[in-house]
């Protein structure tokens, strides 16, 4: 009964986490892909949103993969604080 408590958060958060983080995935491609043409770019900000909103993992990933983003520093720290504060959220879920 207890292990049941504890599964509908942490089923709920992960989901959110796949379905933003492959979002967030195919955003980051989508503006590569308008860098490389030279057509208008996505805002950082909306990129930074949908990391906030649970798409950091696919936000790093498409920064290693598509190689996007990943050389300007300020925009890793702001992303690198996201996750932590994601990862401390899933730790609180896991652990109340």
Avoid at 4 to 30: H, K, N, S
Avoid at 66 to 82: E, F, G, L, P, Q
């Amino acid at each position: 009964m207890v292990a049941a408590r504890y599964r509908q958060p942490v089923d709920w958060y992960m989901g959110v986490l796949i379905m933003m983080g492959l979002a967030t995935f195919v955003v980051f491609w989508l503006d590569k892909r308008r860098a490389v043409r030279g057509d208008r770019r996505i805002p950082e900000r909306t990129l930074h949103a949908l990391e906030l909103l649970g798409g950091w993992a696919g936000a790093i990933a498409a920064m290693m993969l598509v190689r996007h983003k990943n050389r300007k520093a300020s925009y890793w720290i702001v992303t690198a604080m996201i996750a932590a504060v994601h990862m401390s959220v899933a730790a609180w879920i896991v652990i109340r």
